[in-house]
């Protein structure tokens, strides 16, 4: 079945400091969605990305879909303590709206 | 729209027993997904319903856990007999089918099995 790769597992940063997570994947991906987790609650979708080379941006945060649709990464500028959750990319496995989520990067942030 | 719904937000119960995970899903929304999530596993897909219909139960550990949606707003997880092993958080999420959209997750209920 579908699957995603997300790496790193954890990241601790000192604030002010950028954070990058990528998600990569063997087959062509469709489409790639992004969701944050802050610890004890549950996920929350950030973004979907599409079209190849889209570059979408929130505020401090980047997300890139590659130009073959087999990888993605999220980048956040000038972290901040707010920034501090697990980050998830998700993939779908055919038309039915199913979801395959990445195992997630922890993003811990060094006041 | 008050988003997902799940209850109970907690769950204790000794071993053997039955335990019944319930959901609201956002209104209009077609598609439902339940989830478990631990440290060792990650985010695991259950079962998914699409139109109320279970479309790919492939993710159910066994035949202990079962799940219906009678209705649009509706939905339930069981697990009967519960194991200690079966101890996680439940999340149930819904969307508007063709998978476009993103996910609406509820709270999640933390299940401990005892």
């Known amino acids: 079945g579908q699957q995603v790769m997300q790496i790193p597992q954890y990241q601790h940063v000192q604030e002010g400091e950028d954070f990058t997570t990528y998600c990569n994947s063997s087959t062509t991906l469709s489409n790639i969605q992004w969701y944050k987790q802050r610890p004890g609650g549950h996920p929350v979708f950030l973004i979907q990305l599409v079209k190849s080379g889209e570059v979408k941006k929130q505020k401090r945060l980047t997300f890139q879909f590659g130009e073959a649709k087999k990888n993605s990464s999220l980048h956040i500028t000038a972290t901040q303590t707010t920034d501090v959750g697990t980050y998830f990319c998700?993939?779908?496995?055919?038309?039915?709206?199913?979801?395959?989520f990445g195992q997630g990067t922890t993003l811990q942030v060094k006041p | 729209d008050a988003g997902v719904i799940q209850s109970p937000r907690h769950e204790v119960t000794e071993m053997g027993q039955e335990v019944t995970l319930r959901c609201k899903p956002i209104?209009?929304?077609?598609?439902l997904f339940w989830y478990r999530q631990t440290m060792m596993r990650g985010l695991e897909l259950l079962i998914y319903f699409n139109n109320n219909v279970p479309i790919d139960d492939s993710g159910m550990p066994e035949d202990r856990f079962s799940a219906k949606m009678p209705n649009a707003s509706f939905s339930t997880l069981k697990i009967q007999p519960s194991e200690p092993r079966d101890s996680a958080v439940y999340f149930c999420?819904?969307?508007?089918?063709?998978?476009?959209?993103?996910?609406?997750f509820g709270s999640g209920t933390r299940l401990t099995v005892v």
């Open positions: 999420a819904s969307s508007l089918i063709a998978g476009n959209y993103g996910y609406t």
């Open positions: 209104s209009g929304h077609n598609s």
């Open positions: 998700a993939v779908g496995s055919g038309n039915t709206g199913k979801l395959i």
